[in-house]
């Protein structure tokens, strides 16, 4: 599923840069851009992140 409709990032995008060591929101803007448009995305972006995290 599409969390970033501005960037076209996934879910499965976000997760898979959690496994590659990626651990804040600000990683995940300078990695995969999440949230450097409209920025809606980034709440849902955040808790995609945190829950695979916490799954680790
Ligand atoms: Fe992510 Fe707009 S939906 S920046």
Redesign the pocket.
């Known amino acids: 599923m599409i969390v ?4 076209n990032i996934s879910d499965r995008e976000i997760r898979q840069a959690v496994e590659m060591g990626l651990t804040s929101m600000s990683d995940l803007y300078k990695e995969l851009g ?8 980034v709440s849902y972006a955040r808790e995609v992140m945190n829950e695979h995290l916490d799954a680790r």
């Open positions: 970033c409709v501005c960037n999440v949230g450097t448009c409209c920025g809606k995305c």
